[in-house]
Structure formats: C-alpha cells, structure tokens
C-alpha cells in the first residue's frame, strides 16, 4: 500500500481498546511488569546486556524509553522514507544534536553543508568546537573536488564521521546533490570507522524527497514543521537503519530528549493529511511563486519550480526532488527599509518564523532564524537584508496574492522614497 493509507492504523488495533478508532492518549510515565522475572528481561535488553532471545519482545518499561503513542508514531514516519526505524523527539533541535552526538566524539571530524537552519548553524558552529570537535562546511554549488580540497586544507590528515547536509536549504531552497555526497561519505569510510551521510530533509519531505533512496544513512526532520503542519506542537524525528536508531534511541534514553505522549498523538493525526496538505500548499505556492517572478519590486526569487533551466540546480532537483514545495524565498529591491515595509503590511500571512503550517507566514531571515550566522556566510549565501521568506499555507492562493500586491505597493512607496532621498543628496 500506499504510504497515506497506513498512517490511519499501522500499529494500532481497534479491537484491543474497546473499538476505539483513534488510539487513546498514553498518558503514563511508567509501566507495570507482569512478574519481576518480566521486569529482569527488558532491563537487560533496554541496556544493551544482552541481545533479545529468538520470539522474545521487548515491553514498555518507561515513558522515556519507549512509549505506545510513541511507537506508533515512529512505526508510522518511517513508512514514508521506507526506513526499518525511527525515532522521535521533543524538537528537531533535539533530534539534531542526540543524532550528532551519538557518533561523532571529541577529536572527530565534522562536515555540513551551509545554509542550515539558524539553530543548527549555532550548534555546528560554537557548540560542537567546546566538545574539541572539528568542524568544516561546503557550500552548494562546490564540486566533490573542490569539497575534498577544502577538507584536506582546513583538516589535513582527519576523515569525517559524519557528513551533514540540509536540503533544500533553508532559507533560499539550494540543493546539495545527494549522491555526490554519498561518495564522498564511502570514501571517507574505512574498515576502522564508517562515515554516515546525515539528510536535514525538513522543506520537501517526507512526501516530496527521499534521501535514503540517494544513499542517507539517517534523514532527520523538524517535525513541528509539515510533518507537525499545525503549529500546535514541537517534535523533531530521524528515520534510518534499526541499527543505527537503535543507537540513536540509547542516546535518547539518558539524554532524556524524547517526545511526550500528547505531542505523538498529535502528530499522529497530523500524519493522516501529511500529503493531501503538501500537495495542495505545493500547488499554491507555483501559483504565486508565478506572481512574484513577474513583479517589478521582486529582484530575484529563489523557488525550486522556477530554477535556470540547464542549470546545476536544476539538474540536482530534477534527480532527486518530487515536487517544488511550499517554501519561496525573494528579494526585494531596496533593503531592509523595504523588506521591512513588505512583512509590515503584510496582511493574511502571520509575521512568524517556523514553516510547513496550515497557515501561511513570512519571515525575514538576516535578522531572524538566521540573524546569528556568520557576516560573511550571510553575504556569500545570499542572505541579505532584502530577502523574504514565505511559507505558503492552505488559505485561497488568490487571496494571498492579492495580499501579497498590496504590500508590494507599501514597498515600492518606501523604495521610491528612499530614492529621492538618496538623490537629494
């Protein structure tokens, strides 16, 4: 079957809780053994004592291991990458650094791809070095060749434990090709130490990208984002190989950054119109990526329905990208005098960070989500003061773009004005 059609019931059966068509809210911290001979056996398995006897499961011990709303949730997100496992946390946040720090140690390595999100961008960058991480990034657009050299020059000698990319990235939608870096990652792995290839797949997925069809050993979301899509909960989640989210989930248990049993419930109705939602936010979001693309105020737009034809970027999505999604990103003429008086008058969209939501909003990255990444990556990735980000939603494509029009107006009155001045003097 199709992915959509297990997120009604995969894992969970009606006639074990009294008929009930949705599964009840677990609300539990802990669980009852039904012998202390029971009670032996799951802590023994839970850490790592011993391996599970042929037929022998494993049962709940506690809401922090592992929990039946839980279950059902990681059972159910790992359908959509066509993972063996997954496993879900209290923010995307929180999936990103138990994922790192399940296997990059003190001493190692550490390769991303900029832009990333705001937040992991701090992580990579004044976290992960307090640790005695090294850390090295790439930019889209350099080849395997140049990548390599950069490594060999910033961290002569060191292989990477990990390889992390955000694709597209946030905030101008760039694209890393996915099976570049797979080579890269095989040929930094050695019989001593495996080099894992990490997908930040938040923008286009689970439904509009699989990375672990190119070759990602883990794929990692935000799942407050699309996968959450009603800005009433915060989750992030990594899909991959039982192995290697077993781990993670070891990690998991002490760190104590698991996702609480409302917020599964939550986010497993949320999983039940995860594609419808996509793909009708996806089609609004041509329509007015469309209007933006002809407007006079509009000096570039960065959406993946609207690349060079010919171009690297394109070559790249029409690889390993299903559909354009819901995020645009533009530039204003002007600056952030201009940008500004957009999002000021701007009516309809919410004047808010986060993304993938039933309602639609707009940001301004430079001095928003992205306000702590370095001067020079800012410049050098087209984070400017006049770009704009929107997430387009589920409200009439028409009425945002007619929205949209009259806080163009608003703009253009600003950038004329700011003209007049400059001339005058």
């Given at each position: 079957?199709?992915?959509?059609?297990?997120?009604?019931?995969?894992?969970?059966?009606?006639?074990?809780?009294?008929?009930?068509?949705?599964?009840?809210?677990?609300?539990?911290?802990?669980?009852?053994?039904?012998?202390?001979?029971?009670?032996?056996?799951?802590?023994?398995?839970?850490?790592?004592?011993?391996?599970?006897?042929?037929?022998?499961?494993?049962?709940?011990?506690?809401?922090?291991?592992?929990?039946?709303?839980?279950?059902?949730?990681?059972?159910?997100?790992?359908?959509?990458?066509?993972?063996?496992?997954?496993?879900?946390?209290?923010?995307?946040?929180?999936?990103?650094?138990?994922?790192?720090?399940?296997?990059?140690?003190?001493?190692?390595?550490?390769?991303?791809?900029?832009?990333?999100?705001?937040?992991?961008?701090?992580?990579?960058?004044?976290?992960?070095?307090?640790?005695?991480?090294?850390?090295?990034?790439?930019?889209?657009?350099?080849?395997?060749?140049?990548?390599?050299?950069?490594?060999?020059?910033?961290?002569p000698g060191?292989?990477?434990?990990?390889?992390?990319?955000?694709?597209?990235?946030?905030?101008?939608?760039?694209?890393?090709?996915?099976?570049m870096?797979?080579?890269?990652?095989?040929?930094?792995?050695?019989?001593?130490?495996?080099?894992?290839m990490?997908v930040?797949?938040?923008?286009?997925?689970?439904?509009?990208?699989?990375?672990?069809?190119?070759?990602?050993?883990?794929?990692?979301?935000?799942?407050?984002?699309?996968?959450?899509?009603?800005?009433?909960?915060?989750?992030?989640?990594?899909?991959?190989?039982?192995?290697?989210?077993?781990?993670?989930?070891?990690?998991?248990?002490?760190?104590?950054s698991q996702?609480?049993?409302n917020?599964?419930?939550?986010?497993?109705?949320?999983?039940?119109?995860?594609?419808?939602?996509?793909?009708?936010?996806?089609?609004s979001?041509?329509?007015i990526?469309?209007?933006?693309?002809?407007?006079?105020?509009?000096?570039?737009?960065?959406?993946?329905?609207?690349?060079?034809?010919?171009?690297?970027?394109?070559?790249?999505?029409?690889?390993?990208?299903?559909?354009?999604?819901?995020?645009?990103?533009?530039?204003?003429?002007?600056?952030?005098?201009?940008?500004?008086?957009?999002?000021?008058?701007?009516?309809?969209?919410?004047?808010?960070?986060?993304?993938?939501?039933?309602?639609?909003?707009?940001?301004?990255?430079?001095?928003?989500?992205?306000?702590?990444?370095?001067?020079?990556?800012?410049?050098?990735?087209?984070?400017?003061?006049?770009?704009?980000?929107?997430?387009?939603?589920?409200?009439?494509?028409?009425?945002?773009?007619?929205?949209?029009?009259?806080a163009?107006?608003?703009?253009?009155?600003?950038?004329?004005?700011?003209?007049?001045?400059?001339?005058?003097?």
């Amino acid at each position: 079957m199709s992915p959509e059609s297990y997120m009604m019931s995969l894992g969970y059966s009606a006639k074990d809780h009294q008929g009930a068509v949705k599964a009840p809210i677990f609300q539990t911290s802990t669980f009852a053994f039904h012998t202390a001979e029971e009670g032996k056996a799951f802590f023994e398995i839970a850490y790592g004592l011993r391996e599970k006897r042929e037929g022998e499961e494993l049962g709940m011990i506690y809401s922090r291991v592992d929990n039946p709303n839980m279950h059902m949730l990681e059972q159910r997100l790992a359908v959509w990458d066509n993972a063996e496992a997954g496993a879900f946390f209290s923010s995307g946040m929180a999936a990103i650094t138990t994922t790192v720090f399940t296997f990059v140690r003190p001493g190692d390595l550490f390769v991303y791809a900029s832009p990333v999100y705001g937040g992991t961008d701090h992580f990579f960058n004044h976290v992960l070095p307090q640790f005695g991480i090294k850390v090295v990034k790439f930019f889209p657009g350099e080849t395997e060749i140049e990548i390599l050299k950069r490594i060999e020059t910033e961290a002569p000698g060191m292989k990477p434990a990990m390889i992390y990319i955000e694709t597209p990235g946030n905030p101008i939608n760039s694209l890393i090709d996915l099976e570049m870096v797979r080579d890269m990652a095989d040929g930094f792995t050695s019989f001593e130490r495996e080099c894992l290839m990490v997908v930040d797949n938040t923008f286009l997925g689970p439904v509009f990208q699989h990375p672990m069809k190119f070759g990602a050993d883990l794929v990692v979301y935000s799942a407050t984002k699309f996968i959450g899509g009603h800005s009433d909960v915060i989750a992030g989640a990594c899909v991959g190989s039982s192995a290697l989210i077993g781990q993670i989930k070891a990690m998991r248990t002490f760190f104590g950054s698991q996702i609480d049993p409302n917020s599964a419930w939550l986010l497993m109705r949320s999983l039940e119109t995860l594609k419808i939602r996509m793909e009708q936010q996806s089609r609004s979001a041509v329509e007015i990526a469309q209007y933006l693309l002809s407007h006079n105020m509009v000096s570039e737009l960065h959406y993946l329905g609207f690349l060079e034809k010919g171009s690297d970027q394109e070559r790249i999505y029409q690889k390993q990208c299903e559909a354009p999604g819901s995020m645009i990103a533009f530039n204003i003429k002007g600056g952030e005098k201009e940008a500004f008086a957009f999002l000021n008058n701007l009516e309809l969209f919410k004047l808010a960070v986060s993304l993938g939501s039933t309602e639609s909003l707009a940001e301004h990255p430079a001095t928003m989500t992205h306000v702590d990444v370095a001067p020079e990556d800012r410049d050098r990735l087209g984070i400017s003061p006049n770009l704009i980000r929107l997430s387009i939603g589920l409200e009439n494509p028409g009425d945002l773009i007619l929205k949209i029009e009259k806080a163009l107006e608003k703009a253009e009155e600003t950038y004329l004005n700011n003209q007049k001045l400059e001339h005058s003097f």
